[in-house]
């Protein structure tokens, strides 16, 4: 497990935009150091813990891109049509060795080997055959439709670096290189809880003034789809003296520890005062709405968040914060998912310096670009505004009134929970 200092997450300035407080993840947070050597059949959303070089040229041989007839360039008429007499037939698989091409063209299909000598391929819907011989079209440049041996990529060269996260088409250059295993860095574990008196968990009976705990639901998946682990340690009671001891004892077999409300300042949240028996913590300010202030400390060398406890405050700061401490431990890079334009059908205000998401369905426009239409209820707990909504339009800090038909980056649900 990464070892932290007590003050790894202390920040002196008065409010953090979300930029700023995923540099000091990445320089505070250390990668979990074990790795393991997994079948490539596993290794879909692995971080790479190697570097990758190409064992072989891939192709491994010159051959055909299409089915059709290999030539010489050189034996093409200098202008018009040309004739040749067909001589030999290749089929993918098979041995091209022996076949003579000078004068001739030779019968290949995709992927078959080329001829010596051969080094253009016409497409077969281009070329007359008759009695025999040939006739090829004028105009075919040199080399077109043959794929060169490593024209991929090139035996000695890097095909992935360390610190990469394996998707399927990487899987498929790692099998066509011939490997069948890589080293990758362990997953992350993450312990999570849900905090509070009023909680039961979903199929128990629910008490007077209880709600069931919907955030762990959500903690669960998300952190398995940001490439983690899941220690799912359940619910915290409002319990201070036996809070600490099990923050602590989560800390000492996990790589994060992340809670879901009782962070606050109020008299009946005691995970503040817990963390900070058990480790040290502070706040992050961090200007964003759905959200307030994260919690974020280090508990035995081992980090640990505070999240709110409204759902969709824990589904942002989770989008947006926690994804890149896992990948930080995770060995890789946390790239910011890309957002696309669209045109708010709503206008909006909001204050100058914070960020804000507002959660938004989309229909097609006229002009091409989709149109957004605010969710009607917009309360940090109200979980139907994210089932029934497409994504989060960000709107920036600078700005403070917006009207209908503003141009606005969108996120949509499934770039932020990967």
């Known amino acids: 497990m990464a070892q932290l200092s007590d003050d790894s997450f202390a920040f002196g300035g008065p409010l953090m935009n979300i930029e700023q407080a995923n540099a000091l993840v990445g320089e505070r947070v250390r990668p979990v150091a074990e790795s393991e050597t997994v079948a490539l059949a596993e290794a879909d959303g692995r ?36 004739r ?9 698989g098979s041995d091209a060795a022996g076949v003579a091409t000078e004068g ?55 095909a992935f670096a360390p610190g990469r996260r394996l998707r399927p088409q990487d899987l498929a250059l790692l099998a066509g290189l011939g490997r069948t295993s890589v080293l990758v860095h ?80 109020g008299e009946e949240d005691h995970v503040k005062a817990a963390v900070e028996r058990a480790g040290s ?3 992050w300010r961090i200007g964003i709405k759905p959200g307030r202030p994260v919690a974020m400390g280090v508990i035995a060398g081992v980090p640990f968040i505070g999240l709110p406890g409204n759902p969709v405050a824990v589904f942002v700061t989770f989008a947006f914060l926690v994804r890149a401490v896992i990948a930080r431990l995770s060995g890789t890079e946390y790239k910011p998912p890309v957002p696309l334009p669209v045109r708010l059908a709503f206008p909006y205000r909001k204050k100058e310096g914070r960020r804000e998401y507002v959660r938004v369905s989309l229909t097609p426009g006229g002009d091409g670009v989709f149109v ?47």
Not at 84 to 92: K, P
Not at 117 to 122: E, K, L, N, P
Not at 260 to 265: A, E
């Open 186 to 265: 362990r997953r992350p574990r993450v312990a999570i809880f849900s905090t509070g008196d009023e909680l039961a968990e979903p199929g128990q009976p629910l008490p007077p003034a209880g709600i069931y705990d919907a955030n762990r639901a959500a903690l669960r998946a998300m952190v398995q789809r940001a490439g983690a682990e899941v220690v799912d340690l359940g619910i915290l009671r409002d319990e201070p003296e036996s809070l600490a001891a099990r923050l602590a004892e989560a800390a000492r077999s996990c790589d994060l520890v992340l809670t879901s409300g009782g962070v606050s300042t």
């Open 84 to 92: 040749l007499r067909l001589a030999g037939r290749i089929a993918a």
């Open 104 to 158: 001739v063209a030779v019968r290949v299909f995709t992927g078959a080997p080329m001829p010596d000598g051969a080094d253009t391929v016409f497409m077969q819907e281009d070329v007359v055959a008759e009695d025999g011989f040939v006739r090829l079209p004028a105009g075919l440049r040199r080399g077109a439709n043959a794929r060169p041996a490593g024209e991929d990529i090139a035996r000695g060269d890097m």
């Open 281 to 283: 913590l502070v706040f």
């Open 47 to 82: 971080v790479l813990a190697e570097q990758v070089i190409a064992g072989l040229d891939l192709p491994p041989f010159a051959n055909s891109a299409v089915d059709g007839y290999a030539v010489r360039f050189a034996d093409l008429a200098a202008a018009g049509e040309s």
């Open 372 to 418: 957004a239409s605010k969710h009607p209820q917009d309360g940090a707990g109200v979980m139907t505004s994210l089932t029934r909504t497409d994504g989060l339009v960000e709107l920036a800090e600078d700005l403070t009134t917006i009207e209908a038909g503003f141009l606005a980056p969108f996120l949509a649900y499934d770039l932020l929970i990967g």
